[in-house]
């Protein structure tokens, strides 16, 4: 289900997509950290304001397209 | 590998109405599941009385208020997917899933031999409930005994004129995860039978983007049960596949039976069971004597039945060797789409295996915890999960051993041949 704009939003991997690239922790450091191996675990919300905002850098900075908003 | 009739020394046999099973049926340790003769139409129809009885929305009532739930492992309510593929429009697809990829079950493939009418009756009734417009019966390859009684089975019930969808027999691979609902949707759809991530329900838009129910056939054998008793007249039973290391029964238990009596099938008291398969948990079975074999009963004691599979361990085995080698086969069964289970599965593998051989530095104990932790709930599917909830069960239940083993000091067991794997699996996890 995507989002409408506005409303509080989800952080969600497509794990068969992810390919442990970590853009997404770069870009979204407080919502996104790196397991042993490389591939992250997410902060899951629902995220608003800010956290929303840097939610979106890393789903649009994804080379994967793994991750995505979600309404929650 | 031959089928034969065992008896059953401790078990009283169901009473009252017609179960699925007239006595335990023991079948090989491995391989295809050759069951016996399988109930032709005539003979189906005389011990469950023609099909027929609840069809829509009694019969949808008459599955809830049994509380009937799926028996491939999830135990998801049958109603409430029926009821998502109706609020989605219907015309979609109905399977029964037969690939029973838990390595350790054998009772769908003895129930689909022994009585494939009312597995294809309960998938009738699902089609005609959920208004699909098509039916599919999904097996793995080398399901020789499944699929010889299917064909047979529809055969006859097309000879005899019965009136419903015609049934694709379609083939998968023979892997762990082929069985894996998502799976089958995925290779229904034309892709490789692999796991998706699903954010929407098959059940709501699967294969084409149409509703597609995919149920066991324990569980459709049961919707053929409950349509003909209705929710008051059916007997609540549940297939388990005892596995022990030379051979596997399948036996049906009525609800309430506690796992006590199931002791003189297994050859013993054991200390432990591996309830639910290799993506179940093991429990001390001084815990588990007086709790029903009923999923209701077992969730309600934190527990899970999961695919119906009570395997005890071996006599002298070590439980720590044991969850290593079942540990190191499914990190070898992923389907390697998700980088948690890829890379964490093997690690964690590894570090038990270093463990049960007495080899572990207490570093790599740590870290086995600290996986444990990272992996469960990061895939696409549950195979991550079940891996984690399988060797974390194993470090509680054998804590003992595994401060022996920290210690450097491994029991007998532990060089032993593993005693849970298929022959198959054993050779690569030695």
């Known amino acids: 289900m995507r989002r409408r704009r506005g409303g509080a939003a989800h952080l969600v991997v497509d794990p068969t997509r992810c390919a442990g690239v970590s853009v997404c922790a770069h870009l979204a450091p407080d919502l996104v950290r790196l397991d042993s191996w490389g591939y992250p675990v997410l902060e899951r919300g629902p995220l608003t304001g800010a956290d929303q905002r840097d939610a979106a850098r890393a789903v649009s900075g994804c080379p994967r397209r793994a991750l995505s908003l979600e309404e929650a | ?430």
């Open chain 2, 1 to 430: 590998m031959t089928a034969q009739a065992a008896l059953a020394p401790d078990l009283p046999q169901p009473t009252g109405m017609v179960g699925l099973l007239d006595a335990p049926v023991t079948v090989g340790p491995d391989g295809p599941v050759l069951a016996g003769p399988a109930a032709d139409l005539a003979t189906h129809h005389a011990r469950y009385g023609s099909a027929g009885g609840l069809g829509g929305g009694a019969l949808l009532a008459a599955l809830e208020t049994a509380g009937l739930t799926g028996r491939g492992g999830a135990h998801f309510p049958v109603a409430a997917k029926w009821r998502a593929a109706l609020g989605a429009g219907g015309g979609g697809l109905v399977v029964a899933n037969l690939a029973e990829g838990e390595p350790l079950s054998a009772k769908d493939a003895v129930l689909a031999q022994r009585q494939p009418h009312l597995v294809l009756d309960g998938l009738a009734l699902a089609a005609a409930t959920t208004g699909a417009v098509a039916a599919v019966a999904w097996l793995h390859a080398g399901a020789v005994g499944t699929r010889a009684a299917l064909e047979a089975a529809l055969a006859q019930r097309h000879a005899a004129g019965v009136r419903e969808l015609p049934v694709h027999l379609v083939e998968g691979p023979d892997a762990y995860l082929s069985g894996e609902s998502s799976a089958v949707v995925a290779a229904l759809a034309g892709l490789p039978a692999l796991p998706q991530f699903r954010r929407t329900p098959a059940a709501v838009a699967g294969v084409g983007g149409r509703p597609t129910v995919v149920h066991n056939a324990e569980s459709l054998a049961r919707v053929a049960l409950l349509a003909r008793t209705g929710a008051a007249g059916y007997r609540s039973t549940t297939l388990l596949t005892l596995a022990g290391p030379r051979a596997r029964t399948v036996v049906e238990v009525d609800a309430g039976q506690p796992f006590a009596a199931l002791a003189g099938l297994l050859g013993g008291w054991p200390v432990a069971v591996l309830l639910g398969g290799y993506g179940g948990r093991w429990v001390a079975a001084d815990r588990l004597a007086l709790l029903a074999m009923d999923h209701a009963a077992l969730r309600t004691a934190g527990l899970s039945l999961g695919a119906g599979v009570v395997a005890p361990l071996p006599p002298g085995a070590c439980g720590l060797a044991e969850t290593a080698a079942v540990a190191q086969y499914l990190a070898a069964s992923g389907a390697g789409q998700c980088g948690p289970c890829l890379f964490g599965l093997p690690a964690i593998a590894r570090a038990l295996r270093a463990l049960a051989d007495g080899t572990a530095s207490a570093g790599e104990v740590d870290r086995l915890r600290t996986h444990l932790g990272e992996v469960a709930g990061r895939g696409a599917c549950h195979h991550p999960d079940a891996s984690v909830s399988l060797v974390s069960s194993a470090l509680t239940l054998f804590g003992d051993d595994v401060a022996a083993h920290r210690a450097g000091r491994p029991c007998g067991g532990a060089s032993r041949a593993p005693g849970l794997l298929p022959a198959s699996a054993r050779a690569g996890a030695a």
